[in-house]
Every structure is written in C-alpha cells, then in structure tokens.
C-alpha cells in the first residue's frame, strides 16, 4: 500500500478473483503485486456461491473483488477509494448493472461484479444465511429501493424492473436493502466494448474488458482485449509478462481442468435456467 490510508489501518484485506483463465489471471494479477493484501484466486466458483465463499473467509476484513479481466490503472485510487468505502460505513462498491459505460440492461440496483469493495466486517453484522437471501423478494420492497436510489440521473433508461437476470442478483439487492452502497461512475472505452471504471474522485481505477470468455477462442475479441492489457501496461509503466513455453503448457492444462469442471456444472444448473425462462415468458 503505497499511502497511510487510516481507516484501512490494522484490516486485514484480500483481493479475490473468480478466475477461469489461468493466462489471463497472470496478465491481471501482475498489476496487483506486491501489497499489502492477500492476493486469492479462486475457480470453478458458481456466479452467486463465489460470493458466500468470500464471506466466509474469517481471516478477511475487507475483500476486494476483482474479474480476470479488470485491469487496475492506479492502485493509489483505488486503495483510496477501499479507505472511503470503511470510512464512510458502505458495506459495497461497484459500478452499476446498467449505465455507467457498462453493456449491459440490467437493474442500476445491483452492482456487477467485476469489481466489488466488500466490507465483510459491516457485512457480518447480519448473520449470513443463503437461502434467507435467495429468498429475497425484491419486487415487495422495489418501491422502496427505487425511491433511495442515488443520482437516478446518472443512469440513461433506467430500469429498475428486472430481478433475476444473474443468480448474484438476490445476493446485491439484499445487501442494497440492509446497507449502504456506493455506485461508482464508469464511462465506455474508446474500443466500444471495454468499461473505464473510476474512484469517489473521478480517478480512474480499472478498465474491464467484458467477454473474457471468449478469450482466444474469437479473434476479435482476443485482440481487443490484448490491446487493452497493452494499454493498462504502458499506463502503469510495467513490464508486461512474457510467458515461456512451460507458463503455455500450464494455461492450456489448466484450461482443460476447468473446461472439464466447468461442463457437469453447466449441465447441473440447466434445470434453474430452464425455470428462469419459464418465468420470464409468463411474465410476458
């Protein structure tokens, strides 16, 4: 940590990566080296059990959630925004599931989870039960929430109707409801895809690249987002990692082994999307 953050004093602090290229994570993690936090990856993780997962690690105050493919730009702005967080009493940090230069149409409630501050120590204030938070109905108190939603205006198109679009999505509205959190601003990088994500001071954090999944398995993506890590590289005037013939060998078993984790998962979870279709085409 390069500053005397005072709030941040005696915490202690992880940054979790829910991580399914191992090549990737490499270019990622190297930008977060080095300080005073314990770096975690963490794979073969469900989109909402990934979350539980970091909770209940009782040997960590405050978690920072990072993508794969969430490069950190300054670590001084981010560090400081980590300090804002604990000082001002939120419990979550993150940019909004629409607007705020992300590609996507879902609910300004929810933060998407490509970058989180986790103040597990507010947190755990509430016992953490995961069925009572899958059970959250949010359309009972949707009212409630829209009405306390800041700065509405900073969203385009608003719309605070969809609540089940990601199974995280019962685990953000319960922690909006029950605590404070801080939506930060993000614009769209100038490749048209990519999110700029920025601090309470308008200072850039993190570019994310969105579609890691289709990292060397579609050309246009792939060079889109090499370009992106070159760019974060030459801002943070580092050298970017170059992988020897053995560090290839790994990515590509390490890749096998979550492909083959990956697929029986899929396969398992096929009868709660099938259940969310349903509901989705009755609703219509």
Sequence with gaps: MQKNFSALKGKRIKIYTRSFSLEMYRYASKLFENQDAVIVRLTDQM????????????????AINL????????????????????????????????????????????????????NLELIRIIPIDKNIINKFDYNVVKKEMVTAFP?????DECDFNHYDNEPYYPFFFWMAHNFKTLYLPGRQHNDGMSTIL???????????????????????HTKRINMLIDEVYNIRKLPKPVFTFKDNCQFILDLCIRWCIKIPMRIFNLPNKWKKWLRHFHDK
Excluded at 72 to 77: E, F, H, K, L, V
Excluded at 151 to 155: G, H, Q
Excluded at 200 to 206: D, F, I, L, N, R
Aim: charged letters at 25%; glycine letters at 8%; aromatic letters at 16%.
């Design 67 to 118: 993508d794969e493919d969430a490069f950190i730009t300054n670590m001084d702005a981010m560090w400081d925004l980590v300090d804002f967080v604990v000082e001002k009493g939120y419990a979550n940090a993150g940019c909004s599931d629409r607007g705020a230069g992300v590609p996507r149409g879902g609910n300004p409630i929810v933060t998407n989870p490509f970058f989180n501050i986790l």
């Design 47 to 62: 989109a909402d059990g990934y979350f539980y997962t970091i909770i209940k690690d009782t040997d960590c105050d405050i």
């Design 151 to 155: 700065n509405k205006m900073l969203f």
């Design 198 to 220: 920025y601090n309470h001071k308008q200072q850039p954090v993190c570019y994310h690249s969105w579609y890691a999944r289709f990292y060397k398995m579609k050309s246009d």
